[in-house]
């Protein structure tokens, strides 16, 4: 059994002047709590929650007797999330500031402190008692109380001040039996495109993330240029303007991940098929992105393209009960999987010829079939039979050719957003190809 979980934002009806009071004092001992916690943290390298909470509860506890408990053991919580985050981008050596700054907050719940009343009100505990709004119901909402999904203990809940309302964060979980695959789904992740093997067809379906983390960053660096000259520095309007701008990449970029992972996973589930994809280091080392100077920008493409993708790929994942695998991704591009030698790349495009056949290869091709052969347990240097069988090649050294096989069938994002499946699409593609 796997668990997939999911969060779903709900808000509340407009709130009271006074219960709206209430929370916004809770609010500030909440944020108070947490601010003294990550100092405590950050100073003595604490990043787990059973550690600072055995250090530092009864001194927090002790703050606002007035408030339930159970807050002095989500701040820790709360806190040590912090701490563990903010220490591991000072290792890395991109934190700015000695101490994290509390700037967000939002009021971590557990089962003590917060309670759903049928569907349209949760009840909360506070330092005033337990105060009850009303919920504003939505599509999302509904959708996984009426999928099986199962409302989890732990939330989390934000002030709306312009609107005085309270903004919920709720946790929805289910539990999902994993089939044995039957067959795999290989997938080769790239700055701007992913290349699915699937039915010995290469799509190449485009995402463009990397032309959109690019496009935002030169947006930003204008915008801050001309707010700079006119306003100076770090001005509130110029403030606002990179914040809407930078919500609006993640959006674009998150919706982008999230359909086309839902789209191969899909595939996947209705094959009984496991989806298999490289294993990624840490750090941006795939060569395709160095020639990124600037190492901030090179670290969002590749947390946007690469980490981003195949998270969003493993949690759909979890949803279908598709099992994903990972394989070594060293020179999974480099070598022919027919003849197991090397294929030469002349630099210019994406496409190589074998050393030994001296067939054309498309280098996203070679990578899903590698991939491939990898979760075989083929070590791709000896391409077992069973993997070659897959591989309808004709043969001939035809530069380009009419090799259907060779060559990835590349479909831009316009178009596969707006599909269910690729099942339905692939006879014409097909067509297409050996047309
Ligand atoms: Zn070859």
């Known amino acids: 059994m796997v668990e997939a979980i999911r969060t779903v934002v709900v808000r509340s009806a407009l709130l009271p002047r006074r219960t709206f009071r209430a929370f916004v004092e809770l609010e500030g001992m909440y944020r108070n709590m947490v601010e003294q916690l990550v100092l405590h943290a950050v100073n003595d390298n604490i990043t787990k929650f059973t550690r600072l909470k055995a250090e530092r509860y009864r001194d927090v506890r002790s703050l606002y007797p007035q408030l339930p ?3 002095a053991y989500t701040a820790c919580q709360d806190a040590a999330e912090r701490a563990h985050s903010f220490l591991r981008l ?3 050596g991109r934190a700015r500031k000695p101490y994290p700054e509390v700037r967000s907050v939002s009021i971590w719940l557990d089962d003590h402190l917060w309670r759903a009343e049928g569907l349209t009100s949760i009840s909360i505990a506070t330092h005033k008692g337990r105060l009850r709004v009303s919920i504003e119901l939505n599509r999302h909402f509904l959708r996984y109380v009426n999928r099986g999904w199962r409302l989890a203990s732990e939330a989390k809940v934000k002030l709306d001040r312009r609107e005085r309302r309270l903004i919920f964060y709720l946790t929805f979980r289910k539990e999902v ?10 997938v080769d992740v790239n700055e701007d495109a992913e ?4 039915d010995g067809i290469v799509y190449l379906l485009e995402t463009d993330l990397s032309r959109v983390t690019l496009g935002y960053y030169y947006r930003r660096k204008s915008v801050q240029e001309r707010y700079d000259r006119v306003y100076g520095p770090g001005s509130r309007p110029e403030r606002r303007v990179l914040r809407r701008l930078s919500n609006n990449e993640k959006a674009l970029k998150r919706e982008i991940r999230r359909k086309l992972a839902a789209l191969i996973v899909r595939e996947a589930a209705r094959r009984q098929a496991a989806i298999v994809l490289e294993r990624l280091g840490k750090e941006p080392a795939k060569g395709m992105i160095e020639r990124i100077k600037d190492p901030q920008l090179r670290h969002r493409v590749f947390q946007a393209a690469f980490k981003g993708m ?6 759909k994942a979890r949803e279908y009960g598709v099992s994903v695998i990972y394989v070594d991704p060293r020179n999974t591009s480099k070598i022919c999987p027919i003849h197991g030698t090397e294929i030469i790349y002349d630099g210019r495009n994406r496409h190589g010829v074998c050393s030994k056949g001296g067939e054309t290869w498309h280098r996203d091709v070679v990578a899903c079939y590698n991939i491939l052969l990898r979760a075989l347990g083929g070590d791709g240097g000896s391409a077992p039979s069973r993997v070659r069988a897959l591989i309808p090649v004709d043969g001939g050294p035809v530069p380009l050719g009419p090799t259907a096989a ?3 069938t590349p479909i831009a994002r316009g178009a596969w957003a707006r599909w269910r499946s690729l099942g339905a699409t692939s006879d014409h593609k097909l067509m297409r190809v050996s047309a």
């Open 69 to 71: 408990s159970h807050y």
């Open 90 to 92: 000072k290792r890395m």
């Open 177 to 186: 039996s994993e089939y044995r695959p039957k067959g795999y789904i290989t």
């Open 195 to 198: 290349a699915v093997l699937i």
């Open 310 to 315: 195949q998270r969003a790929i493993e949690e």
């Open 406 to 408: 060779h060559e990835p």
